[in-house]
């Protein structure tokens, strides 16, 4: 039996995260350039949007680019901002065809501006899809966002729009660039790393985490149903005991 039969989807998570990692070390397997791994993990991207849009996952919120890579070699820089340019462009027809609207959180005006506005076309010609929400992280590091929130919040205590005794989770989140995500309940990395790497340090409180030795080259709708079919296994306390919970 696939894990695709053995899911309940009546107890989908609404939202669910993942690091794509591993792009590099799938290429390297195969004796090829790394970015002949991030060309290939553009498959794997279109699989798994498919599958969340099949079962019926609402948002999908996928790490692309982390502030931290600029920092990679300039020659793989260059090569994965292309190949952003290029698979937005392609795949903006798969979005379309399963009713999926593109969003993107990070700091994107620090995109290359052929990147920028090809992702800000993209964006606004899926606005009107509505089965599921595929969020790219890119250019994107938690403690950014938090901090860019923080001063945001500053600057509007200092105005007096508002007041500091206002300051709480839902207004402190109304700040953040998910503001209209629900946080996730499942956050995946593929490529067998066990760490959050920056992602969404804030939205993951109390995300079940899930973790595979899978690169991310070979990630397919499959794997990700397996990866929800454990999260509905497990039990969600949030503090609470598990006979308060029933
Ligand atoms: C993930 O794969 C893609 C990006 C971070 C852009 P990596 O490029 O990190 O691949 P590994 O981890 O080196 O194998
Ligand atoms: C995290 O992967 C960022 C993305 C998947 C875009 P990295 O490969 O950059 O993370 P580290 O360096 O292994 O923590
Ligand atoms: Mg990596």
């Given at each position: 039996m696939s894990f695709r039969e053995k899911l309940n989807l009546d107890k989908l998570p609404e939202h669910v995260a993942i690091i794509m990692d591993g792009n590099g070390r799938w290429a390297k397997e195969k004796g090829k350039m790394r970015v002949f791994g991030h060309k290939n993990g553009v498959l794997a991207v279109r699989d798994t949007v498919e599958g969340a849009a099949e079962v019926g996952i609402k948002n999908l919120t996928l790490y692309a680019f982390s502030t931290e890579n600029w920092n990679r070699p300039k020659l793989e820089v260059t090569a994965l901002m292309e190949l952003l340019v290029s698979s937005i462009n392609k795949e903006t027809k798969t979005l379309m065809e399963n009713n999926v609207k593109l969003n993107a959180i990070g700091d994107l005006e620090s995109l290359p501006k052929r990147c920028y506005h090809e992702l800000l076309e993209a964006i606004a010609k899926t606005s009107n899809n509505s089965r599921l929400t595929l969020t790219l992280a890119l250019s994107y590091s938690s403690r950014w966002e938090i901090l860019n929130a923080t001063k945001k919040i500053v600057a509007d205590t200092t105005s007096g729009k508002l007041k500091a005794d206002d300051i709480n989770e839902k207004m402190f989140e109304s700040y953040l660039s998910t503001h209209n995500l629900p946080d996730p309940e499942l956050m995946i990395r593929t490529s067998g790393e066990h760490r959050?790497?920056?992602?969404?340090l804030w939205q993951l409180a109390y995300a079940e985490l899930y973790f595979t030795s899978t690169l991310w080259p070979d990630f397919r709708r499959e794997d990700l149903f397996k990866a929800v079919y454990d999260y509905q296994q497990r039990e969600r306390r949030f503090g609470l005991t598990s006979e308060q919970i029933g």
């Open positions: 959050i790497s920056n992602y969404l």
